[in-house]
């Protein structure tokens, strides 16, 4: 069984208390995000995407505690940006245990070796390493060479030290669905206790934008990719999301099931939509307008993505429903999907030409230089500056500049009621301002979604290979 009786045990009873308290939207699940910063730049993600001052913050061990008392979840996803990067993550997970939440550390691995010593093995930790497909493919999306070879080695050793470990796999479009198969095979023989699995989710700042697929292409995808299974494969997910992946069951996407915790607050409104932060879990609860967001809201961000963030909660509170226990039970004893109808078409299925490149450069023209001082213009120019992957700098009207990272803003009914949150450079405060105070808006940073860091990289990473050299990591920030 790829989850223990006791994680099993504990999900249900938390699930079964929200029911009979007759919850809506409770949290399953919190994604805590203690830093941004991470040692890889893979192309089809948009979270590093920060000025430097913001990559070097990083909650503290008692933030994330709070963090987690606050909403009560019985688990932790613990991603990032890479957490093992986080000078405390020991002390982080440490108290998670002590507090008895099941963590997934999430790990790209390459630091998992030698951090191995800093913790104990615990039913109640598992390392969530994050695998993109057999050896060239994962090499590619993660951008770095030799990628593949240290995350298995450190998936061996921690194993073979008694550690918990799963594998999560993002599925982009033009993947041969034979490869990913093959490679479920190569992790059961790493020895892992389930995998996770998910579609890409089109970042809008996402360097490439040319391999995240439809919903109607992500269902045909996985249908040839999970039918048939090998019983071998073992899943560390529910089994009616896996159904939901396959287009044989309808979900709605129930945000608030895996909220997010980082440096900014409670994300508005998922863990991967940024539409403002709360200050407190209650506040995320209250103040979002959850009809917007999800498949059905007809939001366009929304239309494509059957992440496991919007829906995977969505399957677990279905499961605990009078039908849902019987479809769990039967998704449960008849896993194998027979359906040689997808049999057929994976076998007519054409290898790709070649392994899809990921490093296309999304177009996105830069703001830096641009200044905005008239007051008809002043709440558009701040919505570009909420979207601005850079600093800016306010000038308010008592002529006090404020410089720094805007990471929220709440627009109501005219200027004097609006206001903006700024994470000031060099300081770290979080400050608000009022829209009426501020007489010019001024875009001084470099938007580090421009695609320049990537062509950069792009660039180097071609020179340092064709010069012979192996296991090439370059990050955007050290490239300019």
């Known amino acids: 069984m790829p989850v223990p ?57 008692e933030e994330c505690f709070r963090a987690v008392e606050e909403c009560g979840v019985p688990t932790v996803a613990i ?30 691995a390459l630091l998992l070796q ?30 770095k060479e030799g990628g593949y070879e240290i995350a298995l080695a450190a998936i061996g050793e921690a194993v073979k030290l008694g550690f918990r470990v799963t594998t999560n796999t993002t599925v982009f479009e033009g993947v041969d669905s034979r490869s990913v198969r093959a490679f479920f095979t190569e992790m059961m023989d790493a020895g892992v206790e389930g995998m ?27 249908r040839k990719i999970l039918s048939n299974r090998d019983p071998r494969w073992q899943f560390n997910m529910s089994p009616l999301f896996l ?30 939509l940024q539409d403002g932060y709360a200050d407190t879990f209650r506040e995320l609860l209250d103040s979002t307008d959850w009809p917007k967001y999800g498949y059905e809201s007809g939001n366009p961000k929304c239309a494509n993505c059957m992440l496991h963030s919007g829906y995977e909660a969505s399957a677990v509170d279905y499961t605990f429903s009078f039908k849902g226990v019987f479809a769990t039970v039967r998704a449960m004893l008849f896993s194998q999907y027979r359906d040689p109808e997808a049999s057929g078409q994976l076998a007519a299925e054409k290898p790709p030409a070649s392994l899809v490149q990921i490093d296309a450069i999304a177009g996105r023209p830069t703001l830096k230089g641009t200044d905005v001082a008239a007051p008809d213009q002043l709440a558009a120019g701040i919505e570009q500056a909420f979207d601005y992957r ?13 410089e720094g990272y805007i990471f929220d803003r709440v627009k109501k009914a005219g200027l004097a009621a609006s206001t903006m949150r700024i994470l000031t450079k060099p300081a770290g405060q979080k400050i608000t301002v009022k829209y009426a105070d501020v007489a010019q808006l001024s875009f001084t940073g470099r938007d580090m979604a421009d695609g320049r860091s990537w062509e950069a990289w792009v660039k180097k990473y071609a020179e340092r290979k064709a010069a012979g050299e192996k296991n090439i990591e370059l990050v955007p920030e050290t490239i300019d």
Not at 22 to 36: D, N
Not at 196 to 222: E, L, V
Not at 249 to 267: E, K, N, V
Request: with cysteine.
């Open 243 to 272: 159904e939901f992946l396959m287009g044989k069951r309808h979900l709605d996407c129930t945000p608030w099931g895996m909220p997010a915790y980082s440096i900014f607050g409670w994300q508005k409104p998922c863990y991967l």
């Open 114 to 143: 030698e951090k191995l010593h800093l913790f104990q093995p615990s039913k109640y930790l598992t390392f969530s390493v994050h695998m993109d497909g057999e050896k060239e493919h994962h090499d590619l999306s993660v951008c």
């Open 390 to 402: 850079g600093d800016v700098t306010v000038t308010l009207n008592t002529g006090e500049r404020l």
């Open 196 to 222: 996770m699995i998910s579609p890409g989710y089109s970042y809008d700042k996402a360097p490439d934008q040319q391999h995240f697929t439809g919903r109607a292409g992500n269902q045909s995808m996985f």
């Open 5 to 61: 009786a006791s994680q099993m045990w504990t999900v249900a009873s938390y699930v079964l208390k929200q029911k009979l308290k007759g919850r809506k939207r409770y949290p399953l699940v919190l994604m805590l995000e203690p830093l941004y910063r991470c040692n890889l730049a893979c192309a089809g993600c948009g979270k590093i995407q920060y000025p430097g001052h913001i990559l070097k913050r990083e909650l503290t061990p």
């Open 79 to 108: 991603p990032g940006g890479e957490p093992l990067m986080h000078p405390r993550i020991d002390e982080i997970v440490r108290g998670l245990v002590a507090r008895k939440k099941y963590i997934y550390l999430c790990t790209n």
